[in-house]
């Protein structure tokens, strides 16, 4: 039986979950953006998004999802989920393309990694020569920008702004 107090729009944190989860407890909320994408070709699609961040699983994790359009018109849906593991003392990171049907391991205690850097939050995953940076540049309570860049020489080198969100509390 489900009770008004069970239902909440972006969930409780738990008292007693890590206190690493802090680190990404800014997305939590709505948020609505422009995005800006480099395609294959070098030119440039903008498009408009929403991301959504949740506390789940008990308030012991973060799940948030990402709607927009890809630049052919298509509906693109995504969501991360966010867990910090006390007894392997690592970042759980997936990322589950709805859209595109496939499962992205971020990190995880085999690879990946979460740090902070100032006001950016950076999360490193990939295999191989692919490495796939995510910034979150934390500006202000109401707005954070994310970047994602990509490294196909495992990290030597990188494509900055592959793509680019700049994304503002809307509730």
């Not at 979150?136 to 970047?147: D, L, M, P, Q």
Request: charged share 25%; with cysteine.
């Amino acid at each position: 039986m489900t009770t008004q107090s069970d239902v909440t729009t972006y969930g409780n944190r738990n008292a007693q979950a890590p206190d690493q989860l802090n680190l990404f407890s800014f997305i939590i909320g709505k948020w609505d953006g422009k995005g800006r994408a480099r395609l294959e070709d070098g030119t440039h699609a903008e498009f408009e998004l929403t991301w959504i961040g949740r506390y789940v699983l008990d308030g012991m994790a973060i799940a948030d999802e990402g709607h927009s359009m890809t630049p052919d018109g298509k509906p693109c849906f995504g969501i991360s989920l966010r867990y910090f593991d006390t007894k392997r003392d690592s970042w759980i990171v997936e990322f589950l393309n709805v859209s595109g049907s496939f499962i992205r391991k971020q990190v995880n205690p085999n690879g990946g990694s979460v740090s902070r850097e100032g006001d950016t939050i950076v999360v490193l995953s990939g295999s191989g020569e692919t490495v796939i940076r995510e910034n979150y540049r934390v500006a202000s309570e109401n707005k954070f920008i994310y970047t994602l860049d990509m490294s196909r020489d495992g990290g030597r080198s990188w494509d900055n702004g592959s793509i680019e969100m700049t994304m503002t509390r809307a509730d």
